[in-house]
């Protein structure tokens, strides 16, 4: 377990830095001279390499089992950026800096899980991810409050970004540190279970077209927030502080539903998706009271997807192919996310109602195969 924790303090401090400065990139780029354009691509361009590159990044974990060397890369590319965001005076430096902060995100991922995969053999895969998971969104809560205070005191982007540079040196600190202390975290698991080697398991591929589902129905809280701004729901002030309540449910339901999983299994991901897969109902309704409904729900679709869905990639896939398994994973989760985003910001213009009926039957759809992924789980075809 200390090892997990270990994991879940860089994840904190890393998170307090590059979700602090993600809540103020926009703003930044404004400044710095770019146009809507510019800050749309950007962040699409950002998230699109974010989750593609973990294809290659886990391909390359595993062929090389430098597992630890490439996660730190990871972290120093996707923390240095952040920091050099202080230095940007120009908005293509900036955004060219908004992007690399997600490569280095996309390198470190799968490298990262393998060795977390590991460790929370020891303690129940559920338990382990949700913890880690907690830990990253108490991380990503405190980050955004930091740069409120310190817009508020000093007013200066540039120092904002600057400020930062603490806990990007607390995470990279703590991950050398656990380095040093498990150099061989496979070790924590080689106890437990012997490695086994193979393909990955026919039963990967159904389980990640069921999570596709989830994911492309799953619309992100920048549309939510578009749509309390466009209808003048809240004051702007609050749009960010309702992310931080999300990033807290986010945190509440990863333990529970990691926990419970531990004890269950599969059925606890089917109830936390079809509790879930009604946020669009409330969160795009125009009555404050059911949107800050909706957005505890999202809340805890995240919770559970972030612990969860993570836990199971660890359970089924061989232990030698994880770094890949988890590359692919991350690469097609993303994938969906992204096209089923782009598709419900269409139909946000074109018809409420439909997008939120698109987003609560794609979700829906994905309990069946879920189901299906249950039974088989129970043949030989897994680890």
Do not use: C
């Amino acid at each position: 377990m200390r090892f997990v924790l270990l994991l879940g303090f860089v994840s904190l401090f890393a998170d307090m830095t590059y979700e602090a400065a993600r809540s103020i990139n926009g703003p930044y780029l404004a400044i710095l001279g770019a146009s809507g354009a510019i800050v749309g691509f950007t962040a699409g361009a950002g998230e699109l390499f974010g989750y593609g590159l973990r294809l290659f990044s886990g391909l390359l974990s595993d062929k090389t089992r430098r597992y630890w060397a490439i996660t730190i890369v990871g972290y120093g590319v996707n923390l240095l950026a952040v920091r050099l965001l202080a230095l940007a005076n120009r908005w293509e430096i900036a955004a060219a800096l908004m992007i690399t902060e997600r490569i280095g995100k996309a390198v470190r991922n799968p490298a990262r899980d393998v060795m977390l995969s590991h460790a929370a053999a020891t303690v129940g895969r559920g338990w382990g991810f949700a913890v880690h998971e907690a830990m990253d969104q108490i991380g990503a809560m405190a980050g955004p409050m930091i740069v409120t205070v310190v817009l508020a005191l000093n007013g200066s982007y540039r120092f904002a970004f600057a400020v930062l540079a603490i806990p990007a040196v607390m995470a990279l600190a703590v991950l050398v540190t656990a380095r040093i202390i498990y150099p061989h975290p496979q070790k924590l698991e080689a106890a437990i279970q012997d490695s086994q080697s193979g393909k990955l398991p026919s039963v990967f591929w159904l389980y990640l077209a069921a999570v596709g589902l989830v994911a492309a129905g799953f619309a992100d809280y920048p549309l939510v927030a578009f749509h309390i701004k466009s209808h003048n729901l809240f004051a702007d002030k609050w749009i960010p502080l309702l992310y931080t309540f999300a990033m807290g449910i986010d945190a509440m339901a990863a333990l529970a539903f990691g926990r419970w999983y531990d004890k269950k299994g599969m059925v606890v991901l089917a109830v936390a998706v079809l509790v879930s897969s009604l946020f669009a109902v409330f969160a795009f309704s125009l009555n404050s009271a059911m949107i800050i409904f909706g957005v505890a729900l999202w809340g805890v679709g995240m919770g559970a997807q972030e612990s969860i869905i993570r836990a199971v990639v660890a359970d089924i896939v061989p232990k030698d192919r994880r770094g890949t398994g988890f590359g692919i994973f991350n690469a097609g989760y993303g994938i969906a996310w992204f096209l089923g985003s782009a598709l419900m910001g269409i139909l946000y213009d074109f018809s409420l109602p439909l997008l939120i009926g698109f987003s609560v039957l794609t979700q829906l759809v994905s309990l069946p195969i879920f189901i299906l992924y249950s039974k088989s789980l129970s043949k030989s075809d897994t680890i």
